[in-house]
């Protein structure tokens, strides 16, 4: 199964442990199975190499093209 080898290899940053560890999970938080903190996604660190990297993936912006103003009278 592998739902269930991902569960049990599955970790979150705990900064009271200063590591990544299992977790338990509630509704809306995580908390460390070893000391019982809040734990987060990722570490500080790696949250900014993340965060560099998914901007890196973005496309550039384009501009819009004008286009001519179709059905547009000038008021006299």
Known sequence: MDFLSDFQNDRKWCSA????????MSI???????????????????????????EARKPGRRRKKASPQKGRRDSA
């Open 28 to 54: 809306d938080k995580s908390f460390c199975a070893q000391c019982g903190a809040e734990v987060r996604l990722f570490s500080e660190e790696d949250w900014i190499a993340f965060s560099e990297k998914m």
């Open 17 to 24: 442990c200063d590591g990544y560890v299992s977790y338990l």
